[in-house]
């Protein structure tokens, strides 16, 4: 059965590139393929030279089509020279509306969780409940990483998950760090995972 998919893609762009028309091309090129159901990107809070894209597609099959297909050359060269390091893309299921709704709002936690291990599910659940308590959240979504992926080529793949968290401004995710259930909560998420990556976005 398929089932929808978004495909989280992480580019790091060399510091003197004019980011906006590489991104344009893109969007184009991807805009026109079959199975292509919604795009945005904007770039890191942490870092303007890197970019993320959350694209979804009709399921899994869709991406890799297009992956085959012959628009595809043209999507490398549009980015051909222009990066600092290769992209990094996986695949996650989320609930679209949901996912749609967070990407939507100001600005978005991304995190990725690594080598998930039993009792995850209800930690991770306990810190997005006790986080959306927080003046200036908004709401979350978080999903199955297709892939099993590791933080780092040294170290071993495994099952993974994502969160996405939205906000009114990094400054209230900043605030909401400082209460006291939203570390404790946090660590018990961090004692269950093999690591983890956050970051945020202003999604376009």
Partial sequence: MSRVVTEIVNLTFNSDTEIDKPM???????????????IKWGRWEEDA???????????????????????????????DGLLAVAPAL?????????????LDDPVVELATFYGITEGFEEAVDRTLAVGSDSEGCLRYTRGDVVEEISPSETEPKGKAHYAAISWTSVQARLDA???????????????????????HVRFQ
């Fill in 177 to 199: 760090t400082t209460r006291k259930e939203v570390q404790e909560s946090g660590q018990a998420v961090v004692s269950k995972v093999g690591g983890y990556e956050v970051h």
């Fill in 24 to 38: 344009t091309r893109l969007t184009e090129i991807l805009s026109k393929q079959e199975g292509l159901r919604r």
């Fill in 90 to 102: 996986i695949h996650a299921h989320f609930d679209e509306e949901a996912i749609n709704k967070v």
């Fill in 49 to 79: 030279n890197k970019v993320q894209m959350m694209i979804n597609w009709d399921d899994i099959s869709s991406h890799y089509k297009f992956m085959q297909g012959p628009a595809y050359p043209n999507l490398l060269a549009t980015l």
